[in-house]
């Protein structure tokens, strides 16, 4: 099945500073989704994002799925923004979504 | 809009002993999906319909058994409950109406068993 990988696996930030994530992915993909699981538990969908760039306030996502990665920007992080950060896609013609492992984001005041 | 609504919140078993989680979504939507989580990994799969009386088994379906009776309601049910079972379980729904389409997830289950 596809692979996918996260980095970093963990990250530090100081509030106000900005982070870039990566999601590497091994084959082709008609999804691709970036969550926030925050300190609750909760996921928060963030983007649906296979193809292109979107951007949602201080969160903005490319993805190049020619070159098979997806990038998360954080800018000016907030304590808010701590939590794990996952990268999911569903390969063409599959039907279920392929997690990474996420990357473990602190942000300290 | 409800979403996917998931219940219980949080639910502590014996071993051995057999429950339903339940899971309802209220936007139409043709897929859903179990997936589980174990602590500090992402999600894997363990069941997933497409329709009304249509599943099939994902990455990691021993130990439960799934029914899609109705378009709003995909319950997962664990028979003999083990230890290996705690996790967090999820549910999530898609559209079928168009290919690429994101899946919706609720809030989870917190499953101990002891």
């Known amino acids: 099945g596809i692979q996918v990988e996260q980095s970093p696996p963990d990250l530090i930030l100081q509030e106000g500073a900005n982070s870039t994530l990566r999601c590497n992915f091994s084959d082709s993909v008609n999804n691709l989704q970036w969550f926030h699981q925050n300190p609750w538990g909760q996921l928060i969908n963030l983007f649906y994002?296979?193809?292109g760039t979107k951007q949602n306030g201080r969160l903005s996502a490319t993805t190049v799925a020619t070159e098979r990665y997806s990038l998360l920007y954080i800018s000016s992080s907030q304590t808010t923004d701590s939590g794990v950060y996952f990268c999911a896609v569903e390969e063409n013609a599959g039907n279920m979504l392929t997690f990474g492992g996420g990357t473990r984001l602190m942000v300290k005041p | 809009n409800a979403g996917v609504t998931q219940t219980p919140k949080f639910r502590i078993l014996k071993i051995g002993q057999s429950m339903t989680l339940q899971c309802a979504q209220d936007m139409n939507h043709n897929y859903m999906y179990w997936y589980r989580q174990d602590p500090g990994m992402g999600l894997k799969l363990i069941y997933y319909s497409v329709g009304a009386g249509i599943t099939d088994k994902g990455e990691v379906p021993n130990g439960y058994n799934v029914s899609r009776s109705t378009t709003e309601d995909f319950p997962l049910r664990l028979e003999l409950a083990a230890p290996s079972q705690t996790s967090v379980y999820f549910c999530?729904?898609?559209?079928?109406?168009?290919?690429?389409?994101?899946?919706?997830f609720g809030d989870g289950t917190r499953l101990s068993i002891l």
């Open positions: 999530a729904s898609r559209s079928g109406q168009y290919y690429n389409q994101p899946q919706h």
């Open positions: 994002i296979p193809s």
